[in-house]
Antibody
Framework: EVQLLESGGGLVQPGESLRLSCAAS????????MSWVRQAPGRGLEWVAS????????SSADSVGDRFTISRDKSLGILYLQMDYLRAEDTAVYYC????????????WGQGTLVIVSS | QSALTQPASVSGSPGQSITISCTGT?????????VSWYQQHPGKAPKVIIY???ERPSGVSRRFSASKSGNTASLTISGLQPEDEATYYC??????????FGGGTDLTVL
């Protein structure tokens, strides 16, 4: 069974950092493009960042720029999202999902992890 | 970049058909056959129902179909059922290794 399990969310203050993790199983993680998509409370979906399957090329939304960094550990089957200089507008449920470069749809999705940025 | 434009809400009675539009620009929807659609029930993660404009993943009902014309993609749900009540999002590749979602459309089955 394909499974994506996010962790690492929580309450942080503006300007602080947080690292999200996503444990993947049930498919070939090392040959899959992966992405993070977020959803602010009561709002729509927003693509955040992607990492390519083979070479690990990364891309991110203009809204997060270089504050957020996506990475992966192929040996452990874990996807990461390092979030620095967090802002209130980064408050959202963050979903890990399979998809990105050369596989331009997102499926499956994890259950999401909630990040709240507030003082 | 702004989100793709979707109607905020649509409704239909059981058995009827509805169509949800998704309007982008020549830089995203109009330039790539890489539009996907997602269904999200309250409190749940999204689920892909259409990819690459009109391809249906295994296990998705044939009642879901989609198309694209110019800068506008469309999702049609035929034979509406109560369980179709959800929020639907379109998504398009937008170039420069970026993707863009629509604002979402709430479907009410009357």
């Amino acid at each position: 069974e394909v499974q994506l399990l996010e962790s690492g969310g929580g309450l942080v203050q503006p300007g602080e950092s947080l690292r999200l993790s996503c444990a993947a199983s049930g498919f070939s993680f090392s040959t899959s493009a992966m992405s993070w998509v977020r959803q602010a409370p009561g709002r729509g979906l927003e693509w955040v960042a992607s990492i390519s399957a083979l070479h690990g090329d990364t891309s991110s939304a203009d809204s997060v720029g270089d504050r957020f960094t996506i990475s992966r550990d192929k040996s452990l089957g874990i996807l990461y999202l390092q979030m620095d200089y967090l802002r209130a507008e980064d408050t959202a449920v963050y979903y890990c999902t399979k998809g990105g470069p050369h596989r331009d749809w997102f499926d499956p999705w994890g259950q999401g992890t909630l990040v709240i940025v507030s003082s | 970049q702004s989100a793709l434009t979707q109607p905020a809400s649509v409704s239909g009675s059981p058995g009827q058909s509805i169509t949800i539009s998704c309007t982008g620009t020549g830089s995203d929807v109009g330039n790539y056959n890489l539009v996907s659609w997602y269904q999200q029930h309250p409190g749940k993660a999204p689920k892909v129902i259409i990819y690459e404009v009109n391809e249906r993943p295994s296990g998705v009902s044939r009642r879901f179909s989609a198309s694209k014309s110019g800068n506008t993609a469309s999702l049609t749900i035929s034979g509406l059922q109560p369980e179709d009540e959800a929020t639907y999002y379109c998504c398009s590749y937008a170039g420069r290794v970026k993707w863009m979602f629509g604002g979402g459309t709430d479907l009410t089955v009357l």
